[in-house]
């Protein structure tokens, strides 16, 4: 029924809603002046427990930041980290049993006496943990792919406190959450990367302040940090777990105050102070029915009467809001995503009303363009293959050939080989451009020609251009666009290196995921800012035609993400990553195929 009617019968319902709520607010309001005085009391002890609470937080966790500290001023932790600081020299290296023992001495000084520290790891450049616990229960590892690792690097020698996290590499039978205080080791002077120092601190640090506090009855109290995650919890009587809900019902933006929160159906005071040096919360939440104990008949059913009224009301508003909205929603979500470019977004359409109209005209529009967008793709495509066919027939490629092999010659009898190894690469790249093959070719055959490219552009620039690949073994099988990696790697090559007296590196990876290839080309070059980097991700998704003659910065990238979707369509995407500083990475991500051999397909026939 409600499919049916007009958009003006669902407003109209909607003022009277409007209309309704206030007058059952008015009902609340006299709940509320009664119980004022009980909650001002309540929320001024709540909040000088929060206070004291979190300054003692800040002392202990202050002394943990001075302790991380301390390795910078032992020589001997500088030397025996400096040793094995480099990734790749010392991959796999083991320390001495003497440098272990001095680590496990220091680390164990460290740790004496402090009960709420359950153990201290000192990673090392290479991966090598020293620890003050049982070090067979830790073996070499790739800490940067630990979860909290990228925050711990990015605070670039900053102190982090990370959030209790499960933790097996203590005693058997010891497992269990801990929170911890790490920070990058940088070696005093020359700011080199030494390694990483975790401190892991025992929960029991927040049982022990709470001991001596007294809590109201039915209430509960929360220890989270800035974005959220759960440090502490201590719930009274029949108190509430606020962290239990998806999502939480304080929002990482609150700061210290007086907040009312609704939490599984029951109000509540939450009561915070947040924490300047630690980013630390503590919150309490306090039922407002404790609160209220006193209030008599007259405020039970001033309650009763209001609850009653608001819970009619509310169920109401959220049932004619949603069905009303959600179209809408749905609509807008989808008109979004056509701006950037994607012409295959359809609303679906359950009402006869003038919102089930408008997404009817939306879908015949989106797959009206959608249909015309992939036509002037095809007809500008097969326009430039025709072109190119074109082009590679009027070329002979055995004169060129012959006469880059004669400048060979020549070089190699003038001893010049940096001039025939550029020649030699060239022809190499020239012959894979120029050859008739189909669109897609096997990832092998194009990093062959983007190594005899690295090859020339090695020449020009020297020991300033680092080239490392990384592929996965059994990834050069799979199909890729032929010069698809090229462009990339050009750019990353201007862009990245440029004119830097350092030079830098280019990182070329391939790995197969599940049933998608990734190609990732990536510099450490100056990188991109936010809005830059947004401009850039928005034009990969503008429609431009192949023939456009639009140039800048942006071309290539545009033109391979124009590719990648004609010829695998909407799955194939092109993801640019970076920020200012530490350079650029471009993914492509294509589905996986392999190019099937002839006898496959004689015995498909």
């Known amino acids: 029924m409600l499919a049916k009617w007009g958009l003006r019968w669902k407003l109209l319902l909607l003022i009277i809603l409007a209309i309704a709520v206030p007058l059952s607010l008015q009902g609340a309001a006299t709940y509320r002046i009664f119980s004022s005085s009980t909650e001002r009391r309540a929320t001024e002890h709540a909040e000088q427990i929060n206070e004291q609470i979190n300054r003692n937080l800040d002392r202990t966790l202050a002394e943990m930041q001075r302790l991380s500290l301390t390795p910078l001023y032992d020589p001997n932790v500088l030397d025996i980290l400096g040793k094995y600081s480099d990734v790749v020299s010392t991959a796999g290296l083991r320390p001495t049993i003497e440098e272990r023992e001095k680590m496990f001495l220091y680390i164990s000084g460290a740790a004496y006496g402090r009960q709420e520290v359950r153990g201290i790891q000192i990673i090392a450049g290479n991966g090598f943990i020293f620890t003050n616990t049982d070090s067979t229960l830790i073996q070499f590892a790739d800490y940067r792919r630990l979860p909290w690792i990228a925050g711990v690097i990015g605070a670039d020698g900053a102190w982090s406190l990370l959030p209790p996290h499960p933790i097996d590499y203590y005693a058997p039978g010891d497992a269990g959450n801990y929170f911890s205080v790490a920070r990058v080791l940088r070696e ?3 700011n080199r990367h030494l390694g990483l120092i975790v401190i892991d601190l025992k929960l029991d640090v927040f049982a022990d302040m709470l001991a001596n506090y007294r809590f109201e009855e039915n209430g509960s109290l929360f220890v989270v940090n800035e974005n959220n995650d759960l440090f502490y919890a201590k719930t009274g009587g029949d108190g509430v777990n606020a962290w239990a809900e998806d999502p939480p019902s304080i929002r990482p933006s609150d700061r210290s105050g007086v907040y009312d929160r609704e939490v599984e159906g029951r109000r509540y005071l939450a009561v915070m102070d947040d924490s300047d040096y630690s980013g630390l919360k503590v919150i309490s939440y306090i039922p407002e029915s404790e609160l209220l104990k006193e209030s ?6 001033t309650i009763l009467l209001a609850a009653v009224f608001m819970t009619a009301a509310g169920v109401v508003a959220i049932f004619f809001a949603y069905r009303i909205s959600q179209p809408l929603v749905k609509l ?14 359809r609303v679906p359409v359950e009402t006869q009303d003038e919102i089930g109209q408008l997404g009817r005209g939306f879908n015949r529009m989106t797959e009206e363009i959608d249909r015309l967008v992939n036509e002037v793709y095809a007809v500008e495509l097969r326009q430039k293959e025709a072109e190119l066919a074109n082009l590679q027939s009027q070329i002979n490629p055995h004169f060129i050939y012959n006469t880059l092999e004669s400048i060979n010659m020549m070089a190699i009898r003038g001893s010049n080989y940096d001039v025939s190894d550029m020649v030699t690469a060239l022809g190499g ?26 090859r020339i552009q090695q020449l020009r620039y020297g020991d300033r251009l680092r080239i490392v690949f990384d592929v996965e073994a059994g990834a050069e099988r799979l199909e890729v666009p032929k010069l698809i990696l090229q ?4 750019n990353a090559i201007f862009h990245g290196i440029g004119d830097r007296e350092e030079g830098g590196e280019i990182w070329i990876g391939a790995a197969r995921f599940e049933e998608e290839l990734l190609l990732t080309v990536r510099d450490d070059g100056a990188g991109m800012g936010e809005d830059e980097l947004a401009r850039l991700r928005e034009s990969l998704l503008s429609f431009e035609p192949p023939g456009s003659s639009r140039r800048g910065r942006g071309l290539a990238l545009r033109n391979i993400a124009q590719r990648i979707r004609l010829i695998f369509g909407p799955s194939a995407e092109l993801h640019i990553d970076g920020s200012p500083g530490q350079g650029l990475a471009v993914t492509i991500t294509i589905p996986a195929t392999e190019r099937r051999t002839r006898d496959d397909q004689a015995y498909a026939g």
């Open 188 to 190: 005093p002077g020359s």
């Open 296 to 301: 008599g008949q007259l405020r039970r059913f």
């Open 429 to 454: 790249m020239l012959r894979y451009a120029i050859s008739p093959t189909d669109r897609t070719v096997p990832l092998e055959e194009e990093l062959t020609s983007v190594g005899a490219y690295l």
């Open 487 to 490: 462009p990339l790697v050009e």
């Open 332 to 345: 807008k979500q989808k008109m979004l995503r056509v701006e950037t470019g994607d012409f295959s977004q």
